[in-house]
């Protein structure tokens, strides 16, 4: 059984940090290229940050540059998510992304359930 569970979520005061673990289960992961993505309320979701499957050159999307840092682990199948200077407008629940890429084309995909981050004084 697939699975990608989220862990890290909480309540961190404006200028904290998290740290955003998943763990993934029932595939081989390190073949995967994976992501966070965020949905706040009222908004769609959106790609934070991404990692090909041999752990590359990560992209971030421009709101989070310079503050949070994807990284994998392979052998114990987990991506992470390090998340620093936290902003209230990082208030989301963020999920964890699993993509299967062969000659550029997305084969499957796989999706957490989602940790909830709120950032409030």
């Known amino acids: 059984q697939v699975q990608l569970v989220e862990s890290g979520g909480g309540l961190v005061q404006p200028g904290g940090s998290l740290r955003l673990s998943c763990e993934a289960s029932g595939f081989t992961f390190s073949w995967y290229a994976v992501s966070w993505y965020r949905q706040a309320p009222g908004h769609e979701r959106e790609s934070v940050a991404s990692?090909?499957?041999?752990?590359?050159?990560?992209d971030y999307a421009d709101s989070v540059k310079g503050r949070f840092t994807i990284s994998r682990d392979n052998v114990k199948n987990t991506l992470f998510l390090q998340m620093n200077s936290l902003k209230p407008e990082d208030t989301a629940v963020y999920y964890c992304?699993?993509?299967?890429?062969?000659?550029?084309?997305?084969?499957?995909?796989?999706w957490g359930k989602g940790t909830l981050v709120t950032v409030s004084s």
């Open positions: 990692i090909n499957s041999t752990g590359g050159v990560p």
């Open positions: 992304n699993a993509k299967l890429i062969n000659w550029g084309i997305k084969v499957m995909e796989y």
